[in-house]
C-alpha cells in the first residue's frame, strides 16, 4: 500500500483570519518532509486539515486515488495522523488501546507477539497495563506513534513528535522513522528539532501566517 498524498489549492479561514492560504503539493512516498515555522503560523492547522479533524474551506486532499470527503473510508484506511497531545480512553489501558485499534482495522493476526515487539522498541512494554493518564507526556506520545504503527498505513502525519522526548526517545523515533522510509511509506512531520530536520528532512516546507514555502 505505497501511496502518495496530492493537495490542491487547500485553505482554511475563519472570518477574516486566513489561517491557511490556497496549498498545492504533492508528497512521494519513501519520502520525508519536515514542516517548520513559527508557533502559531499554521502547522498544526495544515495537519489537521490534512487528516480530516478540521474541514478546510476549499481545496481537495487525496491519498492515492482516494479524497478525503469522498472516500472517507479507503483514505483514512490509508493514511495515520499522530497529534502532539494524542487523546486516549480513560477506561482502557495501554495494552487494550493497542487491541482496539487492531481490532477496529482488522489485523488481529498474530496481534500479541507484534503488540510486544512494538511496546519493546518503544519502551512500553513494562507499563503496558498501565492507564495512559498515568504515563508521562514523552509515554503518551510514543504510545500515540504505537497505536499508528499497530496497522497499516501509506501516508503518516507527526505533529511536533520530539516536543516532549527525552534523547533516547528521539533517537527511538529516527530509528523508527527511517525504517518507515525504506517501506515506502510518505511521511510528513511537523517540527522545530534541527536533528531530525537535518537527519531525515528530504525535503523541507517552512510556514508563515499560513503560507506554505519550500524551505
Known amino acids: 500500500m505505497i501511496t502518495k498524498l496530492t493537495v490542491s489549492e487547500l485553505s482554511k479561514r475563519y472570518e477574516s483570519l486566513i489561517a491557511l492560504a490556497p496549498t498545492s ?7 520525508i518532509t519536515t514542516l517548520s515555522g513559527p508557533n502559531g503560523s499554521g502547522k498544526t492547522t495544515f495537519l489537521s486539515c490534512l487528516s480530516g479533524l478540521i474541514r478546510p474551506t476549499s481545496g481537495t ?9 469522498k472516500d ?17 480512553y480513560l477506561e482502557l489501558t495501554a495494552w487494550e488501546h493497542l487491541q482496539f485499534v487492531a481490532m477496529a ?28 493518564h498515568n504515563y508521562s507526556r514523552g509515554m ?3 504510545l500515540g506513534l504505537a497505536l499508528a504503527l499497530i496497522r ?33 511509506v510518505t511521511i510528513l512531520l511537523s517540527t522545530h528539532n534541527e536533528i531530525l530536520m537535518t537527519q531525515l528532512g528530504d525535503y523541507h516546507l517552512k510556514i508563515h501566517h499560513g503560507l506554505i514555502e519550500v524551505g
Not at 503539493?25 to 519520502?31: I, R, S, T, V
Not at 482495522?105 to 495512559?132: H, I, S, T
Not at 522526548?165 to 525504506?182: A, K, M, P, Y
Open 140 to 142: 503518551r506520545l510514543r
Open 72 to 88: 472517507e473510508v479507503e483514505f483514512h484506511r490509508r493514511l495515520v495522523f499522530v497529534p502532539d497531545v494524542p487523546h486516549f
Open 61 to 69: 486532499i487525496m491519498v492515492g486515488d482516494f479524497d478525503l470527503y
Open 105 to 132: 482495522n482488522g489485523v488481529m493476526k498474530d496481534f500479541d507477539q507484534r503488540a510486544k515487539k512494538l511496546l519493546e522498541k518503544l519502551d512500553l512494554w513494562e507499563a503496558r497495563n498501565l492507564f495512559p
Open 152 to 184: 497499516p498505513f501509506s501516508v503518516l502525519l507527526l505533529d511536533e513528535p520530539t516536543s516532549a522526548l527525552d534523547t533516547s526517545g528521539v533517537e527511538l523515533l529516527i530509528n523508527e522513522l527511517q525504517q518507515l522510509r525504506e517501506q515506502g
Open 25 to 31: 503539493l504533492q508528497l512521494e512516498p519513501g519520502k
